[in-house]
């Protein structure tokens, strides 16, 4: 496995607030989050990005859906939240490990900043 902050979190080396684990993924708090709910749902499988993964749209499908029964159980469903994923360089990805972000808890702006 890789050694990016995601993979030290998911091996326990570093701490987070981890808000959802299953046998697949984990999800935990950002640390600079840009909503008053930012949350970020991490597979334990080593995929660097999006162009990485191998055509197993599981993946994706289970981030999705984790993220999507957050939202609801944390209220955020019937007012809304947004679910991004970046990619490489040119598309804000900062840590190599493929990711969604989830945001929410108030009005989001165009990028994903509370209006």
Known sequence: MADTIFHKIIRREIPADIVYEDEHLIAFKDIAPQAPVHVLFVPKR??????DLPEDPAVVGR???AAARYAKEQGLA???????????DHGGQ????????LLGGAQLGRFGTPA
Do not use: I, P, S
């Not at 080593?46 to 162009?51: F, G, K, M, P, R």
């Open 63 to 65: 981030l999705a859906t």
């Open 46 to 51: 080593d995929v660097a990005t999006l162009n």
């Open 94 to 101: 900062t840590v190599f490990q493929l990711h969604l972000h």
């Open 78 to 88: 019937d007012e809304g939240y947004r679910l991004v994923m970046n990619c490489n």
